[in-house]
């Protein structure tokens, strides 16, 4: 699975995530990539999201949309919203990350596994890649 | 004028630290370095994050390291099944697809379903059918597969078959 999610000089979000699913699946199971609120999300209000891992449970626990509501009701941190969502999906069976943005500030990465391939844009512009 | 920020995944699992070879990772950071290129090319250029987000993501469709597009692994039946989706911050237009296998960037199929279908989600060979009425480019079923994910798909139905516990994570299943 691989994503992308970003802010633009205007202050745009957006998320995008494509996959292959997972090895030997049964035919005709869709996990949470195309499922809009799991596995993928946008919203210039709150953030964008797109993930990576167990599908079924990031779709069970609607995941990106979880993020996002704790943004936009509870007043948290992006920061704080995502790994604290990640953490959670971890003691439900949903080993993964996920990448997002929000209207300010750089992106965050968590993961609960033992590594994610990951990048993003350093406020000078430079790249930043991480695997584990 | 907003900060433009920009942040790329290429899946999750249990990355073998100790056992993936420095020229492995190195192949894997360029990969990833390549998609925030593509991406960042556009924001500065005061392109949306729409097409920031699609051009980083067909640059990792199009890397067989990544389980997207070419380098997709395989269901149980041998074949391949590709989702994509895309969604806009501003307006919440959406767009997806699954089950398919066809379109080179599965991305462009689920953002022609945002903006051409009046639908949010197609599946399967309607959804071949819409993106190639579409114009988008078709590619055969082998430019999808590599031998790897070949040999882990064996790997996997041996597995199966033999009653072996999987210990895979879940995200290495996933991602």
């Not at chain 2, 890397?63 to 070419?70: E, G, R, V």
């Given at each position: 699975t691989v994503g992308a999610v970003a802010r633009d000089q205007a202050g745009h979000l957006a998320a995008g995530t494509s996959t292959g699913g997972l090895?030997?699946?049964?035919?005709g199971r869709v996990g949470d990539t195309p499922v809009f609120g799991a596995g993928t999300f946008a919203e210039d209000a709150s953030c964008a999201v797109s993930a990576t891992g167990t599908g079924e449970v990031f779709i069970r626990f609607t995941a990106a949309s979880e993020i996002a509501a704790r943004v936009k009701y509870a007043g948290q941190s992006l920061e704080q919203a995502a790994f604290e969502v990640i953490a959670e999906l971890a003691s439900e069976g949903g080993d993964g990350g996920l990448i997002a943005i929000g209207a300010h500030g750089p992106a965050v990465m968590p993961f609960n596994c033992a590594g994610m391939y990951r990048g993003c844009i350093g406020a000078d512009g430079s790249l930043l890649t991480a695997i584990h | 004028m907003a900060q433009i920020g920009l942040a790329v995944h290429g899946g999750a699992g249990t990355i073998p630290a100790q056992t993936l070879r420095p020229e492995v990772a190195d192949a894997l950071h360029e990969g990833l370095r390549a998609a925030l290129a593509a991406g960042l090319l556009v924001l500065k250029a005061g392109g949306p994050a729409l097409d920031a987000v699609c051009a980083a993501v067909m640059v990792l469709e199009d890397?067989?390291?990544?389980?997207?597009?070419?380098g997709a692994v395989f269901t149980a039946a041998g074949r391949m099944e590709m989702d994509a989706a895309l969604m806009e911050g501003h307006g919440r237009r959406a767009g997806a697809v699954a089950g398919?296998?066809?379109?080179?960037n599965p991305i462009l199929a689920a953002r022609a379903v945002m903006e051409a279908s009046g639908n949010v989600l197609l599946i399967g060979q309607a959804a071949e059918e819409f993106a190639r009425a579409e114009g988008l480019v078709f590619m055969d079923e082998a430019y999808f597969s590599t031998p790897s994910r070949r040999a882990a798909l064996a790997l996997e139905l041996a597995r199966r078959a033999s009653g072996a516990p999987d210990t895979r994570s879940d995200a290495d299943r996933h991602g």
């Open positions: 090895t030997a699946k049964r035919p | 890397d067989s390291q990544f389980n997207s597009a070419h398919i296998c066809g379109p080179r």
